[in-house]
């Protein structure tokens, strides 16, 4: 592989194309069917690639907000710390709310961040993720939109990185020892 580090493709990038439209597909008759307001909220930085792409395959009115929480650090390992970082400029109260994540590992972050954008009292709350690794499941998590279900390896590329490096890539690739 030509970019260093990176040992085989897990995801190509025609797959994560169809990935990503059949979850749009999903995700609009969803919305079509409840209605409201609906605001996709993108978890900084690793969404922000599949958020990108994402909303373009939703066909329905929508508001973007990113937010940003703190977990793993520059490592592979999670150290079961979340902060808010950066947090949402729209208040989510009585709006119908589609959390956006790269992958869900263990879930300690997505955990922590579904409890507290619960308590601002949204109409509803789904969440939808590019990536899911269920083998590592730490906390129960209802994924209501999932893309792909991955083997428990570390992957990077298409806004995934390793000490924030590999987000460029096109492509989600396996990182080697
Ligand atoms: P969790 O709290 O263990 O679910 O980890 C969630 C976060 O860890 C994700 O949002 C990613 O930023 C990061 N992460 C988990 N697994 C991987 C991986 O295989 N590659 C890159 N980042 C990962
Ligand atoms: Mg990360």
Redesign the pocket.
Known sequence: MPDTGITKVLIREEEIQQTVTKLGEEITQHYKAAGGELIVIG?LR?SFVFMADLIRKIHYPLVVDFMAVS??GDGTV?TGDVKIVMDLDESIEGKHILLV??????????EKVIRMLSNRNPASLKVCTFLN?PSRRKFDIQIDFCGKDIPDE???GYG???AQKYRNLPYVGVLGE
Do not use: H, N
Request: hydrophobic share 30%.
């Open positions: 978890l690793g977990s793993y999670s994540e790269d992958i869900i590992d263990t879930g300690t972050t997505f690794k570390f992957v990077c995934l990185d390793y």
